[in-house]
């Protein structure tokens, strides 16, 4: 699959102090690239009044996805926080 970033992953990625968390990141977004769907990569789930948005569960931290078109194997990286009651409003 195609994994494109956007500004706000990007951002936090940059506030992210956890290396722990940083080195699952990096295992999480190669996963994704070598997938052909997303039924290959483990612990992701739909979210709720979201159409096409995912989030895959690291530990304590979720990705935020998006997938562009059911069809495309494109995946937008939204989001990487840590699991609060902050965490899926956007």
């Given at each position: 699959?195609?994994?494109?970033?956007?500004?706000?992953?990007?951002r936090s990625i940059e506030k992210l102090k956890d290396k722990v968390?940083?080195?699952?990141?990096?295992?999480?977004i190669a996963k994704l690239e070598q997938a052909k769907n997303l039924q290959e990569i483990s612990n992701v789930?739909?979210?709720?009044?979201?159409?096409?948005?995912?989030?895959?569960?690291?530990?304590?931290?979720?990705l935020i996805i998006e997938q562009i078109d059911t069809n495309t194997v494109e995946i937008l990286l939204l989001e990487?926080?840590?699991?609060?009651?902050?965490?899926?409003?956007?």
């Open positions: 699959m195609t994994v494109i970033p956007t500004k706000d992953f990007n968390a940083c080195k699952r990141l990096d295992v999480l789930k739909a979210l709720v009044n979201y159409p096409h948005h995912y989030r895959i569960r690291t530990g304590e931290y979720r990487y926080l840590k699991r609060d009651e902050k965490t899926y409003k956007f």
